[in-house]
């Protein structure tokens, strides 16, 4: 852009490059804009490129802390956008990864996550277990470090960030293996029930979305999806699942999945109720599971893949729980 603006300036007209990557959340974007973490902006090392930083940090200082505003040079700044989202990436993949170790072992992920959060060193921010991340962001701006890494000569670099994305993959065909084993080692014509659409809750954006990738494993093991998300509109799910179909049409998609009014009308005749959102309204403190569950086949199972319900409250009424995570080998139903 630089180069540009030099080769087509008019005489005694200079304009300089300023980085100033967004750091907002989907679903909390104007709370972030006007309580960032930080503001970061990027600058040529040379007076002019400072000069230019200085007029951007004092736009930002009418509602953002002086120690709040970090001015950095121009690579640093691209790069901290990039890393930051890396890291949080990572910290779910590897507490994904853990997932995998405690439902073999016996052990409790939430437990486990619990008891490292409390290290002041660690935290407890972005430990949930889940059966995947999904955005805009985190995948795509891992895979830009990746094909920087790549460029740079740097192929272990760029093989450890990789690891991040295939664990985010192998943590949903994992989900999807354990939902096959539990419904007796087949889906086909079996109903499932896929509540929530969208990356994570509180929006209605679907892009790589752990939803859209279940969704595809189902179809593929010749299940019945239905699908209820309180937000996302039809015609984006069906974009979605034409997107991921392997050139199948929206006519032969819809011969297997079928997009629910209410949670009650994706469980009904349902063998398997699959969390794929942590929406609130599937909370068991929130929706009628008794109630969903006399409109189920029996047995009726619910896996978990946000690790939002109470597994002994499930359990009560009926319900076979498997949960991302946590072991079901001492519940007598393996």
Known sequence: MRKILEANGKPGVHFDILSNPEFLAEGTAIGDLFNPDRVLIGSLDTPAGKSAARSLVDVYANWVKPDQIITTNLWSS??????ANALLAQRISSINAISAICEATGADVDEVAYACGL???IGPKFLKASVGFGGSCFQKDILNLVYLSESLHLPEVAAYWKQVVDI???Q???FTKRIISSLFNTLTNKRIALFGFA??????DTRESAAITLCQYFREEKAKVAIYDPKVEEN???YDLQEVGQGASLETIK???EIAADPFAA???ADAIVIATEWDMFKDSNLDYEKLYSVMNKPAFVFDGRLIVDRAKLEAIGFKVEQIGKSTRDQGYE
């Open 78 to 83: 691209e790069l901290s956008k990039l890393v």
């Open 119 to 121: 290290d002041a060193r």
């Open 168 to 170: 985010n993959e192998y």
């Open 172 to 174: 949903k065909n994992r």
């Open 199 to 204: 990356f994570k809750k509180d929006t209605g």
């Open 236 to 238: 984006q799910i069906w």
């Open 255 to 257: 011969q297997q999945v």
């Open 267 to 269: 469980a009904e005749g």
